[in-house]
């Protein structure tokens, strides 16, 4: 398994972009699926986008859909998280995390996780 660090998060205003970054900390992330998810206070981890370890299946969330974009660069070890047209909704603290082999959109699915970066959308 890999152990996924996350950047690139930060404050914008709405209707602009932010593309967050996830890399494996010493080793490929092989056959496995990758995902985002994220967090406001007071509420439950969500999940956001998820893709396949082919880095061609991929899942978004309705509420995202349309507006992010998950890929994955093996050649880097990393996936990434393509944020447009940022709402005020999307604040939140955004984490990657690695899964099975399986696309899953639950927690309970992913087994390693990143810290976390804060992504504040200003309105």
């Known amino acids: 398994q890999v152990r996924p660090v996350e950047s690139g998060g930060g404050l914008v205003q709405a209707g602009e972009s932010l593309r967050l970054s996830c890399v494996a900390s010493?080793?490929?992330?092989?056959?496995?699926?990758m995902g985002w998810f994220r967090q406001a206070p007071g509420k439950e981890r969500e999940f956001v986008a998820a893709?396949?370890?082919?880095?061609?299946?991929?899942d978004y969330a309705d509420s995202v859909k349309g507006r992010f974009t998950i890929s994955r660069d093996k050649a880097k070890n990393a996936v990434d998280l393509i944020m447009n047209n940022l709402k005020a909704e999307d604040t939140a603290t955004y984490y990657c995390?690695?899964?099975?082999?399986?696309?899953?959109?639950?927690?309970?699915?992913?087994?390693?996780w990143g810290q976390g970066t804060q992504v504040t959308v200003s309105s």
């Open positions: 995390a690695s899964g099975g082999d399986i696309m899953s959109r639950s927690t309970h699915h992913y087994y390693y």
């Open positions: 010493g080793r490929t992330f092989g056959t496995i699926t």
């Open positions: 893709v396949a370890w082919s880095g061609i299946e991929t």
